[in-house]
C-alpha cells in the first residue's frame, strides 16, 4: 500500500494569486494524478503528472492555470494559478503502481478557498 | 465516454439495518472497479478493489459484487453502524490507468 501526504491541509486565498499544493507518496510509484472535488460534486481527474515531463491534461484543464511539476518517483507539486472564486475546491493528489489491476490511492486532500 | 451513476444518491437508515448502494457504469471495457469511502472534507479511503475477471470480494462487514456484463457493482455493507456514515464512491479504471467516479451515495445511519 502507500500512504500519501498533501500540504496545505487548508488555505484561503485572494483572488488573483497562486497557489502550489505538494504531495509526498512514501514508496516509490509508477503514476501520480491529480484530481479536483467541487463543493457537493464528485471527483474530477485534471491531470496525469509525469515522471521528468509534462504532465497530461484531461479535457478542460490547462497547463498555464494548473502547471505540474514531478520530479522524481514519489513526489510532485499542483499549482493552481490566478485564482478566482471557482476555483474553490478540494485538490486531492493520487497514486497508483504500474499495473492496471493495482488499488489506487489518495491522500488527505487540499481545501482551498478563494476569496 | 465512460459515465459512472450510482443511485440513491442519499440514504438514511436506522442502526442495524443492512445498507445496499449500487454503481452503473456504461462501458464495459474496465480494468477494476474500486469502491472508497470519503468523510466530510477529508480524502478518499479504499474499501474494496473488485478486477474486471472477478464477481465479488468481501473484507469484514462489507462485500461488493461486479457484473461486468451488465455494467453493475453493488456494495452491501451488513448490520450498519453510525460509524458508517460517509459519502461512498465507486470509480472504474480504464484505459490510461484513469479512474472514472460516480456521483457518490450519501449514508447516514441513525443511532
Known amino acids: 500500500s502507500a500512504v500519501i501526504s498533501q500540504k496545505p491541509s487548508r488555505d484561503i486565498c485572494q483572488r488573483g494569486t497562486s497557489l502550489t499544493i505538494q504531495c509526498q507518496v512514501d514508496?516509490?510509484?509508477?503514476?501520480m494524478f491529480w484530481y479536483r472535488q467541487q463543493p457537493g460534486q464528485s471527483l474530477t481527474l485534471i491531470a496525469t503528472?509525469?515522471?521528468?515531463?509534462?504532465?497530461?491534461?484531461e479535457s478542460g484543464f490547462v497547463i498555464d492555470k494548473f502547471p505540474i511539476s514531478r520530479p522524481n518517483l514519489t513526489f510532485s507539486t499542483l499549482t493552481v494559478s490566478n485564482m478566482s472564486p471557482e476555483d474553490s475546491s478540494i485538490y486531492l493528489c493520487?497514486?497508483?503502481?504500474?499495473?492496471?489491476?493495482?488499488?489506487?490511492?489518495f491522500g488527505p486532500g487540499t481545501r482551498l478557498t478563494v476569496l | 465516454k465512460q459515465e459512472v451513476t450510482q443511485i440513491p444518491a442519499a440514504l438514511s437508515v436506522p442502526e442495524g439495518e443492512n445498507l445496499v448502494l449500487n454503481c452503473s457504469f456504461t462501458d464495459s471495457a474496465i480494468y477494476n472497479l474500486q469502491w472508497f469511502r470519503q468523510d466530510p472534507g477529508k480524502g478518499l479511503t479504499s474499501l474494496l478493489l473488485?478486477?474486471?475477471?472477478?464477481r465479488e470480494q468481501t473484507s469484514g462487514r462489507l462485500n461488493a459484487s461486479l457484473d461486468k456484463s451488465s455494467g453493475r457493482s453493488t456494495l452491501y455493507i451488513a448490520a450498519s453502524q453510525p460509524g458508517d456514515s460517509a459519502t461512498y464512491l465507486c470509480?472504474?479504471?480504464?484505459?490510461?490507468?484513469?479512474?472514472?467516479f460516480g456521483g457518490g451515495t450519501r449514508v447516514l445511519v441513525k443511532p
Open positions: 470509480a472504474v479504471k480504464a484505459a490510461g490507468n484513469k479512474l472514472t
Open positions: 514508496s516509490q510509484v509508477t503514476m
Open positions: 473488485i478486477q474486471s475477471s472477478q
Open positions: 503528472a509525469n515522471q521528468g515531463s509534462e504532465a497530461t491534461y
Open positions: 493520487s497514486a497508483t503502481g504500474p499495473a492496471v489491476i493495482d488499488t489506487q490511492y
